[in-house]
């Protein structure tokens, strides 16, 4: 037996985490020393060398995020569409102890995303009571093409681990929905999906089938409270900008519309069609190609969700929630040549995923193939993103 399966559970995460980390930032120091920083460098907002670390994780949304700690959003009422919770927990800590804002944020993020680690690794021993299953699922997480995110300066994994504290805390034996309805109302103001979790919630309590009053008072409070958050935001933003607008107008500038989600999805699928547009915008179609990836890969593994909760081995709850999440981000199109724009990000918070990711072969070399494959697509991406260039 190795020294690394003699460690508890969480020495054992803790180090895969660290692991991550030191592979990430090289992989992200080399992209953006050898390659020319692209677009996507919020040079005004950036108070570290952008060939540093943690400099090397600000780029495209994280200026946005660093902007309203630091000026908050009437200087800034463009990024209402941007949450509020990571960057008023960045900035009541830059106060606090005056520490450089790019260093909260980057602290914040990864430490977040190890707390992530460690629920995830709980709830998949809920779904499945075995060490083995449990880690892998982890490591699925963590070796995702996208999951770099989690380390950048994004509010990407405080929404993480807040959401699947609410999970959790609905998943296990002493079922807690009041707190979990907290947790789900903190996730949906560090991004806005947070909410959809209210299904998981109402899956797992009519599951459980304790319909007296008590159980229905403690759903009442959690659904409430988990609605709580982004009502308050909205009239936070009234108050400050004189609209409840304010998100919906911002958001505008994205140039997205509300569509169907399977005539979202279609539009992809003529874009890669358009051979023509591969010689006027290779970069587009490329972008447009990863996306339609991404997206498949997330349908396909939702179908396998559903099939093995048929088969009592996966959660109905996080099979649905899954499959509704999918829905309403493929329900956001983007103009035209790119209608996919953001999936391959938005997938990689799909956690779900992860607990069949991790399990997905019963061949334990096709397992390690897959693992391997999907972390050097993660370094490749990490590296392309870091010279500030697009990947979603």
Known sequence: MSNFSRLQWWHQVVL????????????????SRMLELGGGFPTEKQSVSPYSIPGIWVRWDAGNYLAIAAEGYVENPEAAGFFPLYPMLISLVVNITGMNIVVVGFIISNLAFLFALLLLYKIARIINDEHVFAMRSVLAMM????SFFYFAVYAESLYLVLALLG????????QSLAGAGLALGLASVA????????????IEFLRRRKFDLKSFVSLAVGG????????????????????FMAIPNAQSGWHRQWQIPFITYWEGVKTLLKISLLSDNWFLYSINILDIIFTSFAVYIIVIAFI?????????????YSSFALLFFLSSQNELPAPLWGMSRWVASLFPIYFLLGNLFRSKKLQ?????????????????????RWIS
């Not at 692991?19 to 080399?30: P, T």
């Not at 070796?143 to 996208?146: E, G, I, K, L």
């Not at 999970?167 to 002493?174: D, G, I, Q």
């Open 167 to 174: 999970v959790y805390l609905v998943m296990k034996n002493r």
């Open 308 to 320: 093995r909760a048929n088969r009592k081995e996966f959660p109905y709850s996080l099979a649905i």
């Open 368 to 388: 390690v193939a897959y693992f391997v494959g999907s972390s050097i697509l993660l370094l490749l991406f990490t590296a392309w993103w870091a010279s500030a």
């Open 143 to 146: 070796v995702f093409p996208t």
């Open 191 to 202: 991004r806005p999906v947070g909410w959809l979790l209210d299904i998981v919630m109402l």
């Open 16 to 31: 895969m985490w660290l692991f991550a980390i030191l592979l990430l930032n090289i992989s992200g120091l080399v992209g």
């Open 224 to 243: 409430l409270l988990s609605i709580a958050g982004i009502l308050l935001y909205i009239y936070y933003l009234y108050i400050v900008l004189g609209t």
